[in-house]
């Protein structure tokens, strides 16, 4: 049977292992938040205390996604002595200083490696609430090469759409459309959704030629891609002024011979006529007077 001292024993016991137990087991990630050049390498940082044996040692890291934050995958763990990283980032993760640290190297980072990041400790016997810590991470990325197309009607009094859109870029790039001639002239942008802007031309004219550039930059840097535009009968304007005034003074000069010529036409019809009427009326005049005529009025 247990006695007073040996209540007393158990009772020291408790109050001196209990709070013991609940300090012992303690995460500090020393960032709260970090940002990565994707394809950088980045150390996720997380070191612990603990006073107990580290055979039974157990630390799990996990990641909450930003593209789906509601479910969380493992990165890699660390179990009996065991490694396991998930399988797709086999290669890329590991370890930086187990068992004695929890740090982990991710190298050659993807925009898809950004999210919250937990990494959790466990050393039994102890416990402890203070066992996970949490790490934010970016990873940021130039933009890539953008996309341009064209649409609609290049003839003059037509409208045209250019359209530009690029897939990747962290922070989202910012997209510009440019008309490039003798200087570079901006032009509004309608952004359709986040990483695709188009550009409406109404009325085209012989001004809407030329090359047009969209700009997709952030501040990693900047892609470009073109549209070379061939607005075809209003290029050939300055020829095509000259051909419309040739055009017209051939036209007035061949008027002016038709006129010439219908002129020259109606009179010498007109002389051709009246020699006939003149002819007409002098065998009129001829038939009229003559003598026979006369006789056979007077039969
Ligand atoms: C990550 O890169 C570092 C430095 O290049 C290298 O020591 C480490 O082994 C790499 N980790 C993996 C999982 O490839
Ligand atoms: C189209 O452009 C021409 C030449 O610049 C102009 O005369 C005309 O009024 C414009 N039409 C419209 C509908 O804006
Ligand atoms: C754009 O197209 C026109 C006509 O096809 C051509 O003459 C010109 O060289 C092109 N410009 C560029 C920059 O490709």
């Known amino acids: 049977m247990m006695g007073p001292s040996g209540s007393w024993i158990l009772w020291t016991l408790c109050v001196c292992l209990t709070p013991r137990q609940n300090v012992a087991l303690r995460v500090n990630m020393r960032d709260s938040s970090l940002e990565v050049v ?11 205390f603990t006073s107990s044996p580290l055979s039974r040692l ?13 479910s969380p995958m493992q990165v890699i763990v660390y179990d009996h002595g065991q490694v396991i990283e998930e399988p797709s980032l086999i290669g890329r993760v590991s370890f930086a200083g187990i068992p004695w640290s929890a740090d982990v190297i991710l190298n050659d980072t993807r925009v898809s490696d950004a999210g919250v990041y937990h990494c959790m400790v466990n050393n039994p016997p102890e416990t ?6 949490e790490l934010q991470l970016s990873v940021t990325a130039p933009p890539s090469l953008p996309v341009c197309e064209w649409f609609g009607d290049v003839s003059v009094g037509g409208s045209v759409s250019l359209s530009c ?17 003798e200087e570079e002239v901006s032009l509004p942008v309608h952004m359709e959704d986040d990483l695709s802007g188009s550009v409406q031309i109404f ?23 073109y549209v ?8 050939q304007s300055s020829s095509g002024v000259l051909e419309a005034v040739t055009l017209t003074l051939s036209m007035v000069l061949l008027m002016l011979a038709l006129v010439l010529l219908l002129r020259w036409l109606h009179r010498t019809g007109h002389d051709g006529k009246g020699k006939e009427e003149e002819e007409e009326e002098e065998r009129y005049n001829e038939i ?12």
């Open 203 to 225: 009325n085209v004219s012989a001004q809407t030629s030329g090359l047009y550039r969209c700009s997709a930059s952030n501040l990693l840097g900047s892609q470009s891609c």
């Open 128 to 133: 402890s609430d203070t066992s996970v810590g």
């Open 228 to 235: 070379n535009l061939s607005v075809y009968s209003a290029s």
């Open 58 to 70: 157990n630390i799990v890291w996990t990641l909450a996604p930003v593209s789906s934050p509601d």
């Open 38 to 48: 994707q394809g950088d390498s980045v150390v996720l940082p997380c070191s612990f």
């Open 288 to 299: 009229q007077y003559t003598p026979t005529v006369v006789k056979r009025s007077f039969v």
């Open 165 to 181: 859109s690029v897939s990747e870029g962290v922070p989202t790039p910012e997209l510009h459309w440019d008309h490039l001639e």
